[in-house]
């Protein structure tokens, strides 16, 4: 099955810009989403298709896919932005929804 | 509003069986694809299982394949998933979601339902 593979941590200034990558075989074929779990809440979709933000979601957030790794991109970081993100894709060939194992954004 | 809202999760004993269920409101239901996905504590997303919106594509996460069933009434606006032969680590909350933007992106989320699995 597709395997999508993300750092488990990562750590960002306030104002600095955060890269948060996902990597996966040829992702860049494929869409990804990325959703954002701050502690004890639900999932929330931030960017879908690869770089689109859904209504909502600040300009901040952007995205990108290309060879084997999608990344997404928290420019001006806030402490508001601290919090589990996770990546996401539809593989064609199983029919399985996947996700990344995660990334955890610590905001210093 | 936009809303899901699931109920059933409870404590069960290794190899009992559980029934969730989903209540959609604030949109029409029937279009969309639906989705199961599950969040052991501490852990991260776990997709569990997909039906399409007349139920004749229906797909699993290995890890559930053979003991989990996904339905959908439409005229209920409701979704379901019927887990036999639980296990502990199947102990998660879990998410019904809509998939709805995209290409199969996740763009509504219920609160979830915890499912503990334990004797």
Known sequence: SYVLTQAPSMSVAPGQTASISCGGNNIGRKSVHWFQ???????????????????????????????????????????????????????????????????????? | EVQLVESGGDLVQPGGSLRLSCAASGFTFGPYEMNWVRQAPGKGLEWVSYISSASNTI?????????????????????????????????????????????????????????????
């Open chain 2, 59 to 119: 797909s699993y996460a290995d890890s559930v394949k053979g003991r989990f069933t996904i339905s959908r009434d439409n005229a209920k606006d409701s979704l379901y998933l019927q887990m036999s032969s639980l296990r502990a680590d199947d102990t998660a909350v879990y998410y019904c979601v809509r998939e709805g933007t995209g290409l199969g992106a996740f763009d509504v989320w219920g609160q979830g339902t915890l499912v503990t699995v334990s004797s």
């Open chain 1, 37 to 108: 779990q701050r502690p004890g809440q639900v999932p929330v979709l931030v960017i879908y298709d690869d770089k689109d933000r859904p209504s909502g979601i600040p300009e901040r957030f952007s995205g990108s896919n290309s060879g084997d790794t999608a990344t997404l991109t928290i420019n001006r970081v806030e402490a508001g932005d601290e919090a589990d993100y996770y990546c996401q894709l539809w593989d064609s060939h199983t029919d399985h929804r996947v996700f990344g194992g995660g990334t955890k954004l610590t905001v210093l």
